[in-house]
């Protein structure tokens, strides 16, 4: 049963928060969880706020897990509604009597009631669950609204349609995890103030170097000599803006990867290898549309960062001694 169709009939699944056996912990990471757990246990919300490839969801499901919590997950869209976070009314409960307490007469009595389904929001603030609101942003402020009265009065407003619910009041136990992508203009609306001013954002950039290397051998299997060239030509690449979408970690991570798959060392001798960098990273650099030269520039440009961050027989392949 998917959560999509449990919550059509008022349950709501729940993950039960593990600790990942691969999450890396370097200095900068650990003094961000810290100053992030304190916030959560002091009673606030946190809102991990930053580009895309920085690790804001693996920190927001790592400190879920610290809190020890069964967790509920959001993920926020255009289409989402006030009735999405917190719940509606679902099929019909129909209740029929017949009286024949005289035999030449019959009583037929009928009736319909909706019934009302609590979704995710609700059951977290019920049950002090902690809820991860990833990329919360993407969501109309509308629809966020409710939210306001749950971390600032700690009661969440029902609708109407509840009628032998108004509200009710929220566990103590129940935090609230956001994240967002400011970077990000497409399906994307301002977090409102009102919101805003009720959680602790804290601001996420690009991993440094020590936590990407770490991360990409983690995620690839591979030593950290043999990811280290990768990360930097990824770093470089960053430096130099000349592309269309950020090359992240999770490009180093892919190139890493394919190189464990396919056992290929990192050297520009290497016509597979090159090319696996050539379709991840020019991925980011060569959109459609472009004219002939530019796109010429651009692949000379990466053959350029392949070739002095791989040189020619610098490297074994993956698995040779």
């Keep these: 049963m998917s959560m999509d169709q449990a919550e059509e009939i008022g349950v709501v699944t729940t993950i039960e928060p593990r600790p990942r056996a691969d999450f890396v912990r370097t200095q900068s990471v650990e003094a961000t969880a810290r100053r992030a757990l ?3 246990n002091a009673g606030f919300s946190v809102h991990f706020r930053g580009p895309a490839g920085t690790g804001k969801t693996t920190l927001a499901l790592h400190l879920a897990a610290l809190l020890g919590r069964p967790m509920v997950m959001i993920t926020g869209d255009e289409e989402m509604l006030t009735s999405t976070l917190v719940g509606t009314q679902h099929g019909y409960h129909f209740r029929r009597v017949v009286d024949r307490f005289i035999h030449t007469v019959t009583k037929t009595e009928e009736t319909a009631d909706k019934r009302w389904a609590d979704h995710r929001l609700t059951t977290a603030c019920r049950e002090g669950y902690t809820l991860i609101y990833d990329e919360f942003t993407r969501s109309r402020p509308e629809a966020n609204n409710v939210l306001l009265s749950v971390l600032e009065e700690g009661l969440l407003v029902l609708p109407a349609q509840n009628q032998n619910e108004p509200y009710i009041k929220v566990h103590p136990n129940f935090r609230v995890i956001f994240t967002s992508n400011p970077q990000e203009y497409a399906g994307v609306h301002d977090a409102q103030d009102a919101l805003g001013d009720r959680i602790v954002t804290i601001d996420m950039g690009h991993a440094d170097r020590e936590l990407e290397l770490a991360i990409a051998a983690a995620r690839s299997g591979l030593p ?14 960053r430096e130099t803006g000349e592309y269309d979408q950020t090359p992240t970690l999770r490009t180093s991570i892919m190139i890493c990867r394919m190189m464990s798959q396919e056992r290929l060392a990192p050297t520009i001798e290497d016509q597979q290898f090159v090319q696996i ?13 472009k004219g002939d030269n530019k796109r010429a520039q651009q ?3 990466l053959l350029s960062l392949i070739e002095h961050h791989c040189p020619a027989r610098s490297f074994t392949s993956v698995g040779e001694v």
Excluded: W
């Excluded at 043999?226 to 990824?234: E, F, H, L, N």
């Excluded at 960098?277 to 549309?289: A, E, F, N, R, V």
């Design 38 to 40: 304190g916030y959560l």
């Design 299 to 301: 692949q000379k440009m």
């Design 224 to 237: 950290p000599t043999q990811v280290a060239p990768i990360v930097d030509m990824v770093r470089e690449f």
């Design 277 to 289: 960098c050539m379709d991840i990273l020019g991925g980011k650099s060569l959109p459609g549309g």
